[in-house]
């Protein structure tokens, strides 16, 4: 599914599903592409064909710079902001019920919603350079849609470092240690053999053995519909106030650049 700014696409090979989000905002992700990512997350899970998942996003530098500042500036009300804030939520429920064992693929940083979507494979495998930040609260907002994902699995602990110290980045190495990545390298070269030679040994592993292990992972986010849903709404209200705008809008006055 291509955009005028941004795509997702999915190829299927040997019982792998290798799904890749790209938008040219450092694979920012506006309703458009959540809702596709979703959507393809869905479908690719239901699919006979696969065995596993590859989650991805293109380029050699940036996993995920999170939500769209120019969508978050659009919003006019609390509707539109819970909206929008309800496509992350639909995301990681779609990763969660996902009956396929999805692992990430992580090049770069990743910030906001990027770590949410990290958060909710069930194997990330990521370079040196793939540090975490969770922005929100810099910006008056708080990492709520995400934060269930993310202190699923890296603990309140490491949640409450990432959600309070806003403006900090993370480093890899603070990841695996806090298990956010599973496996972390030199190289996108080393990464993608490490996600590669993973991936094959899983699609010849047991469909249903795979389905009941990721069903055991994910126990007791059942409420999880709900849950997201109205942590949305909370973001979707707070995004409104004078000083979200003016924090976005700082931030976007700064000189670009990376990291």
Not at 32 to 52: E, F, H, S, Y
Not at 175 to 192: C, F, M, N, P, Q
Not at 218 to 233: C, I, M, P, V, Y
Not at 238 to 250: E, G, K, M
Request: one cysteine or more.
């Amino acid at each position: 599914m291509k955009h005028s700014e941004g795509h997702v696409t999915h190829e299927i090979e040997h019982g792998i599903a290798t799904i890749e989000f790209f938008h040219p905002s450092s694979n920012a992700l506006p309703s458009a592409i959540l809702t596709d990512l979703a959507k393809t997350i869905n479908d690719v899970g239901i699919d006979n064909r696969v065995k596993v998942i590859v989650l991805r996003s293109s380029g050699d530098r940036a996993f995920c710079a999170g939500a769209s500042f120019d969508e978050l500036m659009a919003i006019a009300n609390v509707e539109q902001g819970t909206k929008f804030f309800s496509g992350f939520a639909q995301v990681i429920n779609a990763m969660r019920k996902c009956h396929k064992l999805i692992i990430g693929r992580v090049q770069g940083k990743a910030v906001g919603g990027g770590v949410g979507v990290i958060a909710a494979t069930d194997y990330a495998i990521a370079t040196e350079e793939s540090s975490v930040k969770l922005s929100e609260l810099a910006v008056g907002i708080g990492p709520f849609v995400v934060g269930p994902a993310v202190e699923r699995k890296i603990g309140v602990s490491g949640y409450s470092q990432l959600a309070i110290d806003a403006t900090e980045w993370r480093s890899a190495e603070w990841a695996k240690r806090h298990g956010l990545y599973s496996e972390i390298y030199k190289t996108i070269s080393e990464v993608d053999d490490s996600v590669n030679s993973l991936a094959d040994k899983l699609a010849h592993s047991s469909p249903e053995a795979m389905a009941q292990l990721k069903k055991v992972f994910w126990q007791g986010t059942d409420h999880w519909d709900t849950l997201l849903s109205d942590r949305a709404a909370i973001s979707g209200r707070l995004v409104l106030s004078d000083f979200t705008r003016n924090a976005i809008n700082a931030f976007k006055s700064k000189p670009a650049k990376q990291g």
